[in-house]
């Protein structure tokens, strides 16, 4: 293993440029300069330029992308892109104070962003004939606009740190702009690092790569968090660091109050799987395991905290005492409750063809219940998408009644919450608040509890749960039950 370190910066972080330069880029280096290498900067796009290029990842607002695959005769994708365009001028305008060095990097962006334009033109001119079919290039379409967002925000990042920093930083293009060669993500990461010396340079390398089986397709919008990992893995990195924009925390600050939620300091692996599962990402799971598996360390860090420790995420830790670690939760969720009477003794078979009918969907599923002649499964998709699974499931099951109902999800998550009556105390302190539990669930290895609530119940939820199990322990970043 290396001396280096992999830094992954997230979009919020990002869209603050004084705070990325003074609290990770120069963060106690500005005395020795040398100590500004060493490491690899894997940047998101800024904040909300995503949203716009795909679609906003909460509230489902079109964006280019869906705005083409809607295939109408308004061309508003077109629109959606002259938008987008001044957009990012808006932000390169408020980071480059030189008038040269603005042009440039509006010339990037903007050759790119024609570039973009012009195949969606024209693809849509072709898919007018009845030969050839929109839906068949829908996720390169996706893959070749992602890539623009993270090439603007790691060209532009590179070139500030250059011109007015004097640092060596270097812009790593993994986005295949105009590349023929249609390379695995690890080849790719490979043959962009072969001749890098990080002794002497600063690599800003874009957190979009493209990749043979497109990246976008596989990770949907955790991409950038798996070329992060490969990163770290292929150049064997000594610690992979994650800079958002708040900290890895006992609770949302915003719902138990900044002075009750502290950093959790310590976990795992595996609670950053249980956080996943719940959307509220410390690191997408399938790009934990390259780190978990080579052993590298995961820290979390707050950008505009800089000098606090962060949270370090390794495979073997469990706490000294067992205790919540954290309350997550996620609200959007919907009961998808299927009844048949004849399915008690038919429960495998029934199984499997639901969940092949939510992965045809690409439906997330959160959690599932299951008794004699029952199936509910929770999903974290819009109910444009529900409904398109319950029609499915109705036509294979046409006996079978499906109910489906709008719920939340809020979890006990603790690296060995091994502790007796800690289920019976936290449906005390929900009932205590009037909440009503429609569903819980708890494994055998004691890592997580769930409760499925009504939504309206949510942020009373996380508060209930937050107080009764962490805030009436004297708890300072390891948060463990007396």
Request: proline share 2%; glycine share 10%.
């Given at each position: 293993m290396k001396e280096h370190t992999v830094e992954k910066i997230g979009g919020t972080s990002m869209s603050d440029y004084a705070a990325?330069?003074?609290?990770?880029?120069?963060?106690?280096?500005?005395?020795?300069?040398?100590?500004?290498?060493?490491?690899?900067?894997?940047?998101?796009?800024?904040?909300?330029?995503?949203?716009?290029?795909?679609?906003?990842?909460?509230?489902?607002?079109?964006?280019?992308?869906?705005l083409f695959a809607d295939a109408n005769e308004d061309r508003s994708w077109s629109e959606a892109i002259e938008g987008l365009r001044d957009r990012m001028k808006e932000i390169n305008a408020s980071l480059f104070k030189d008038p040269e060095l603005l042009a440039k990097a509006n010339d990037f962006i903007g050759e790119r962003l024609e570039d973009a334009e012009r195949c969606l033109g024209d693809l849509e001119r072709v898919c007018q004939h009845g030969h050839f079919a929109l839906?068949?290039?829908?996720?390169?379409?996706?893959?070749m606009l992602a890539s623009l967002g993270e090439a603007h925000s790691a060209w532009n990042t590179a070139a500030l740190l250059r011109e007015?920093?004097?640092?060596?930083?270097?812009?790593?293009?993994?986005?295949?702009?105009?590349?023929?060669?249609?390379?695995?993500?690890?080849?790719?990461?490979?043959?962009?690092?072969?001749?890098?010396?990080?002794?002497?340079?600063l690599p800003i390398v874009t957190g979009y790569a493209h990749t043979a089986e497109g990246l976008m397709n596989t990770f949907a919008r955790g991409y950038s968090e798996m070329t992060f990992s490969r990163i770290a893995v292929i150049t064997e990195a000594r610690e992979a660091i994650i800079h958002k924009e708040y900290h890895l925390s006992s609770a949302d600050p915003r719902l138990v109050g900044e002075e009750q939620a502290v950093p959790i300091?310590?976990?795992?692996?595996?609670?950053?799987?249980q956080l996943a599962n719940l959307g509220m990402e410390a690191i997408h799971p399938r790009a934990a395991k390259g780190l978990r598996q080579q052993e590298i360390p995961l820290r979390v860090m707050n950008t505009f905290e800089p000098e606090h420790r962060g949270t370090l995420v390794t495979g073997d830790y469990v706490s000294e005492t067992p205790c919540v670690e954290i309350i997550a939760g996620r609200k959007n969720i919907y009961a998808v409750e299927c009844f048949d009477q004849d399915m008690m003794g038919l429960m495998t078979s029934y199984d499997r063809s639901i969940n092949d009918i939510i992965a045809r969907f690409k439906g997330s599923v959160v959690t599932k219940d299951i008794n004699a002649n029952t199936i509910t499964h929770f999903i974290a998709n819009n109910l444009k998408t529900v409904k398109r699974i319950r029609s499915a499931i109705c036509e294979k099951y046409p006996d079978c009644d499906i109910q489906v109902?709008?719920?939340?999800?809020?979890?006990?998550?603790?690296?060995?919450?091994?502790?007796?009556?800690?289920?019976s105390r936290a449906v005390a302190a929900l009932a205590r608040s009037g909440i009503s539990v429609l569903a819980v669930h708890q494994s055998m290895r004691q890592v997580d509890m769930q409760f499925i609530i009504n939504e309206t119940d949510y942020e009373e939820a996380v508060k209930s749960l937050h107080h009764a199990l962490v805030e009436v322990y004297d708890h300072g970043e390891a948060i463990c039950a007396a």
């Open positions: 990325v330069r003074d609290n990770i880029v120069l963060k106690n280096r500005k005395a020795a300069m040398e100590g500004v290498y060493q490491r690899i900067f894997v940047v998101s796009a800024y904040g909300g330029i995503t949203d716009l290029l795909l679609e906003h990842k909460k509230s489902g607002r079109p964006g280019i992308f869906a839906e068949g290039h829908l996720n390169t379409v996706s893959e007015e920093e004097g640092i060596n930083a270097r812009f790593v293009d993994l986005t295949g702009w105009q590349d023929s060669d249609h390379l695995t993500l690890d080849e790719r990461i490979q043959r962009a690092f072969k001749d890098i010396d990080m002794s002497r340079e300091g310590r976990t795992n692996y595996d609670v950053a799987d109902r709008k719920v939340a999800v809020v979890s006990a998550i603790g690296s060995d919450m091994k502790v007796p009556g800690m289920l």
